[in-house]
């Protein structure tokens, strides 16, 4: 059904998929005419329909910084949010979607989620990825250190 409608570049392990209204960058720096420092978010989703471009980042951190995490996150674009919006005359909004290792979240979480159209199903399938790569990497620390040891 939407065969032709997507196109996709890929480009080792960054990517961009261009529709008729709406490109979306992954883990690809971003071209302004001012150089800036912070110019690589997640994801960047320009809707050309709309006029408006989200930057979406990341973020997985332990409980006692998780506050400062999405506030650094937030703000962490701010200047590419600002030349994006005169380059391109459009609304920039940055997303930061920040949860603990072991899938705790902000209050400011669903708010976030929600923005994006995440239903709580997603919500909860992203918190649930989380846990499971948290106990896989746990595992793995475990089953090395055992090898080292013994």
């Known amino acids: 059904m939407l065969q032709g409608f997507w196109s996709f570049t890929v480009t080792s392990a960054c990517t961009t998929w261009v529709a008729r209204w709406v490109r979306i960058k ?5 071209i302004t005419d ?3 420092p912070n110019n690589k978010p997640d994801l960047m989703v320009h809707d050309m329909k709309t006029n408006e471009i989200v930057l979406v980042e990341v973020g997985i951190t332990n409980k006692r910084i998780i506050p400062n995490t ?7 674009y701010e200047l590419l949010a600002n030349e994006l ?4 005359g459009c609304k920039v909004t940055t997303v930061p979607i920040v949860l603990t290792w072991d899938g ?3 209050r ?3 708010k976030y989620a929600e923005s ?3 239903s709580e199903k997603i919500q909860a399938y992203i918190q649930g990825q989380v846990l499971k790569r948290t106990m896989e990497s746990v595992r793995i620390d475990l ?3 055992q090898e080292c040891t013994g």
């Open 116 to 118: 994006l159209g995440l």
């Open 70 to 76: 999405e506030s650094t996150k937030r703000r962490k």
């Open 108 to 110: 400011h979480f669903r």
């Open 26 to 30: 992954s883990d690809v720096p971003v």
């Open 34 to 36: 001012n150089r800036i």
């Open 143 to 145: 089953s090395s250190s």
């Open 104 to 106: 705790l979240v902000t």
């Open 85 to 88: 919006k005169s380059m391109y």
